[in-house]
């Protein structure tokens, strides 16, 4: 009875007419302790106003009742009781002088908590907000045209002011629990739906819309991803709203399911609300909190019952189905206006038919500079497209290039001008839609299939130039023709691979803790969860350890090894530290050359050092005598080689 009340309205109900008429006994004492009576009451059941008329008249004729008031508007029962309909039977306002004053007046006359009505009202909550952006004030008379559209608006209203909705949320023949469904949709205004599906006992299922919201869009202009984004939201908070009141029904533990039309939104919303900014993380972090993002699936626009609130209905166009029966998916049918036709001049001849209009592919036509950058470009448009939700950073594969190619050649395709087509090419579609030429060459069974029957594009479009344009870069032979078209852009034939040399302690096991470390950084750069970052830190530490203990053990060894002579250590520390410890000599046929340039070498640095002696003692101090034997005009050639007899007479000579 808590959750029951509103105000001093007690709205409750029962299933069963014997549970019904004992909770008329119950809260009727219950209220009367505190010195309250419940009157007024009002019920759908037949059975049951037989009891409870039978109760009242009791009272009545004990003398409870002493007042003409209290026995006003007892138990009441019509066929009208069982529906919801407005109070108001007519909504009047001004019609000759409208204001904006009077426009929300009028629209403020019909009360929907429900939004049963949205998709007729929201068309005149647009025009309202049109109404306040073209800056009228209060009692300003509307212009003609606008006065015509709010004449037509009021009529809207009161044509809604017949309508008629069943209260019931459960019919008598449900079997089991409801499955609660959810539809959000987004444009001009943000919409939200929630329904409650029965199945029933012949199999069919019975269809109660429980409540509906639509909010006009904002004036300020947002992008479609956060439109959506705010319709989802707005399911969300709405679904909360509902759960609350179904607490008193049978449908508390139903299963429920959610429909959109966004699939960025769908993806957005299973996505940590960490990883986006301010405005996506909050209202992404208010709709994990309040559904179970699971629950969410994708639905077209065409059978979204959400999309009705987009583009509005008129009343008259309202259908009106028996619930019983199985719902029908109606899908919305567009008229498309005819194509206008081209007029070309008599002066000029058309060379093709215009082409399809693909924004895509001729901002490629226009910046990619060959074919085979603009076939790349064009696969990673396709893969993004096709694979949204799940990211790939693996090379474009040839399979890619393929289907990116088929479709420019497609597109290619329908600016030919089959009128034009010489007949001796013996044109025809193949497998895939292209046309190709079936000539001489497809019974030569040693070529492939793609020369045997070579496609055929209209000369002069954008991209046949610059498939003739890539092959001119892709034959050598051209070199020159290359050069004198675009030297700078020329393709680069040789390739220079740098080898970046390691030391001699970097072992196998510090590599592969390396790509470990790289590969847990990325992934906590991706999530910013505490428990990736203790993972990457653990991983960064591992590698630290293990350059140090390598930088130590190395070091440790090649001082041992060499530690035995001074100069084998000294030459193992120079060739350590990169420095080439051997002795280089100038190349010379003549040996003779040689030996007469290390002379001179020598000659020339005696005088250096007795020049630096002289100036550091004075010019008077002679410290070392001239010597006679250096003579500039000798060369070392000039002396007499002397054999192995001469040197053994030279020193038995010397000897005596």
Same mark, same amino acid.
């Given at each position: 009875?808590?959750?029951?009340?509103?105000?001093?309205?007690?709205?409750?109900?029962?299933?069963?007419?014997?549970?019904?008429?004992?909770?008329?006994?119950?809260?009727?004492?219950?209220?009367?302790?505190?010195?309250?009576?419940?009157?007024?009451?009002?019920?759908?059941?037949?059975?049951?106003?037989?009891?409870?008329?039978?109760?009242?008249?009791?009272?009545?004729?004990?003398?409870?009742?002493?007042?003409?008031?209290?026995?006003?508007?007892?138990?009441?029962?019509?066929?009208?009781?069982?529906?919801?309909?407005?109070?108001?039977?007519?909504?009047?306002?001004?019609?000759?002088?409208?204001?904006?004053?009077?426009?929300?007046?009028?629209?403020?006359?019909?009360?929907?908590?429900?939004?049963?009505?949205?998709?007729?009202?929201?068309?005149?909550?647009?025009?309202?907000?049109?109404?306040?952006?073209?800056?009228?004030?209060?009692?300003? @008379?509307?212009?003609?045209?606008?006065?015509? !559209?709010?004449? %037509?608006? /009021?009529?809207? =209203?009161?044509?809604? $002011? *017949?309508?008629?909705?069943?209260?019931?949320?459960?019919?008598?023949?449900?079997?089991?629990?409801?499955? @609660?469904?959810?539809?959000?949709?987004?444009? !001009?205004?943000? %919409?939200? /739906?929630?329904? =409650?599906?029965?199945? $029933? *006992?012949?199999?069919?299922?019975?269809?109660?819309?429980?409540?509906?919201?639509?909010?006009?869009?904002?004036?300020?202009?947002?992008?479609?991803?956060?439109?959506?984004?705010?319709?989802?939201?707005? =399911?969300?908070?709405?679904?909360?709203?509902?759960?609350?009141?179904?607490?008193?029904?049978?449908?508390?533990?139903?299963?429920?399911?959610?429909?959109?039309?966004?699939?960025?939104?769908?993806?957005?919303?299973?996505?940590?609300?960490?990883?986006?900014?301010?405005?996506?993380?909050?209202?992404?972090?208010?709709?994990?909190?309040?559904?179970?993002?699971?629950?969410?699936?994708?639905?077209?626009?065409?059978?979204?019952?959400?999309?009705?609130?987009?583009?509005?209905?008129?009343?008259?166009?309202?259908?009106?189905?028996?619930?019983?029966?199985?719902?029908?998916?109606?899908?919305?049918?567009?008229?498309?206006?005819?194509?206008?036709?081209?007029?070309?001049?008599?002066?000029?001849?058309?060379?093709?038919?215009?082409?399809?209009?693909?924004?895509?592919?001729?901002?490629?036509?226009?910046?990619?500079?060959?074919?085979?950058?603009?076939?790349?470009?064009?696969?990673?448009?396709?893969?993004?497209?096709?694979?949204?939700?799940?990211?790939?950073?693996?090379?474009?594969?040839?399979?890619?290039?393929?289907?990116?190619?088929?479709?420019?050649?497609?597109?290619?395709?329908?600016?030919?001008?089959?009128?034009?087509?010489?007949?001796?090419?013996?044109?025809?579609?193949?497998?895939?839609?292209?046309?190709?030429?079936?000539?001489?060459?497809?019974?030569?069974?040693?070529?492939?299939?793609?020369?045997?029957?070579?496609?055929?594009?209209?000369?002069?479009?954008?991209?046949?130039?610059?498939?003739?344009?890539?092959?001119?870069?892709?034959?050598?032979?051209?070199?020159?023709?290359?050069?004198?078209?675009?030297?700078?852009?020329?393709?680069?034939?040789?390739?220079?691979?740098?080898?970046?040399?390691?030391?001699?302690?970097?072992?196998?096991?510090?590599?592969?803790?390396?790509?470990?470390?790289?590969?847990?950084?990325?992934?906590?750069?991706?999530?910013?969860?505490?428990?990736?970052?203790?993972?990457?830190?653990?991983?960064?530490?591992?590698?630290?350890?293990?350059?140090?203990?390598?930088?130590?053990?190395?070091?440790?060894?090649?001082?041992?090894?060499?530690?035995?002579?001074?100069?084998?250590?000294?030459?193992?520390?120079?060739?350590?530290?990169?420095?080439?410890?051997?002795?280089?000599?100038?190349?010379?046929?003549?040996?003779?050359?040689?030996?007469?340039?290390?002379?001179?070498?020598?000659?020339?640095?005696?005088?250096?050092?007795?020049?630096?002696?002289?100036?550091?003692?004075?010019?008077?101090?002679?410290?070392?005598?001239?010597?006679?034997?250096?003579?500039?005009?000798?060369?070392?050639?000039?002396?007499?080689?002397?054999?192995?007899?001469?040197?053994?007479?030279?020193?038995?000579?010397?000897?005596?």
């Amino acid at each position: 009875m808590r959750e029951s009340f509103h105000v001093d309205y007690l709205v409750t109900g029962e299933d069963d007419t014997t549970k019904a008429f004992s909770l008329y006994g119950k809260s009727k004492d219950r209220v009367a302790r505190g010195g309250f009576k419940l009157r007024k009451w009002m019920t759908n059941d037949k059975m049951l106003k037989g009891l409870t008329d039978a109760e009242e008249n009791h009272e009545t004729a004990s003398g409870s009742v002493t007042s003409e008031e209290e026995t006003y508007a007892k138990f009441t029962l019509d066929s009208e009781i069982s529906k919801s309909r407005p109070k108001k039977s007519e909504i009047v306002a001004g019609l000759t002088n409208l204001s904006k004053r009077g426009c929300l007046a009028t629209i403020a006359q019909l009360w929907d908590p429900m939004g049963l009505i949205a998709p007729c009202t929201i068309e005149l909550r647009i025009d309202l907000q049109e109404l306040w952006s073209a800056g009228y004030s209060w009692d300003e @008379i509307l212009h003609e045209e606008i006065h015509a !559209k709010w004449i %037509r608006n /009021i009529q809207i =209203l009161n044509q809604l $002011l *017949t309508y008629e909705f069943d209260k019931k949320l459960k019919p008598d023949n449900a079997v089991d629990l409801p499955v @609660i469904h959810g539809f959000c949709n987004g444009d !001009k205004a943000n %919409r939200a /739906i929630i329904f =409650l599906t029965w199945k $029933l *006992t012949n199999s069919n299922y019975f269809c109660v819309p429980l409540m509906v919201k639509a909010f006009v869009a904002p004036l300020k202009k947002k992008s479609i991803t956060r439109m959506e984004l705010m319709e989802c939201l707005a =399911l969300s908070r709405l679904y909360s709203t509902s759960k609350e009141a179904l607490k008193c029904s049978e449908s508390t533990g139903a299963k429920t399911m959610f429909w959109m039309d966004s699939q960025t939104v769908l993806a957005c919303i299973k996505t940590p609300p960490k990883r986006f900014k301010l405005f996506v993380s909050v209202r992404v972090a208010e709709i994990q909190e309040s559904l179970d993002t699971q629950a969410f699936k994708y639905i077209t626009s065409d059978v979204n019952p959400a999309d009705v609130l987009t583009r509005g209905i008129p009343p008259e166009e309202r259908v009106d189905e028996e619930p019983s029966k199985e719902i029908k998916s109606n899908k919305k049918t567009t008229k498309c206006k005819e194509p206008t036709p081209c007029t070309v001049s008599s002066g000029e001849s058309p060379k093709f038919r215009q082409p399809t209009d693909n924004p895509t592919l001729q901002h490629l036509m226009k910046t990619c500079s060959t074919f085979v950058k603009a076939r790349k470009n064009l696969a990673y448009v396709l893969r993004f497209i096709n694979n949204a939700r799940k990211k790939e950073t693996r090379p474009i594969s040839p399979g890619e290039l393929k289907k990116s190619e088929i479709q420019m050649f497609k597109w290619c395709k329908g600016t030919i001008n089959m009128d034009t087509v010489d007949q001796k090419l013996t044109s025809k579609p193949d497998k895939q839609g292209l046309l190709c030429a079936y000539g001489r060459l497809k019974n030569i069974r040693t070529l492939p299939n793609e020369i045997q029957n070579p496609l055929i594009l209209p000369k002069g479009q954008q991209m046949a130039d610059l498939l003739t344009f890539t092959e001119i870069w892709l034959n050598e032979e051209d070199a020159a023709v290359r050069a004198e078209l675009c030297p700078n852009d020329a393709p680069v034939k040789t390739k220079t691979v740098m080898s970046r040399p390691t030391v001699p302690r970097y072992r196998e096991d510090i590599h592969n803790a390396k790509i470990l470390h790289r590969k847990a950084e990325g992934k906590w750069r991706k999530t910013r969860s505490d428990t990736d970052l203790q993972i990457f830190k653990k991983r960064r530490n591992h590698v630290i350890y293990l350059l140090n203990e390598a930088k130590r053990k190395f070091f440790t060894s090649f001082v041992e090894e060499n530690s035995s002579d001074q100069g084998r250590q000294f030459h193992a520390s120079k060739r350590l530290l990169g420095k080439n410890d051997s002795l280089l000599f100038p190349d010379y046929e003549d040996k003779s050359l040689l030996v007469d340039d290390i002379g001179r070498s020598f000659g020339h640095k005696i005088v250096r050092i007795r020049d630096y002696i002289d100036t550091i003692a004075g010019k008077n101090v002679e410290v070392i005598p001239e010597d006679p034997v250096v003579d500039d005009a000798r060369a070392l050639s000039s002396f007499k080689p002397l054999s192995g007899n001469d040197i053994l007479d030279l020193i038995r000579r010397s000897s005596k």
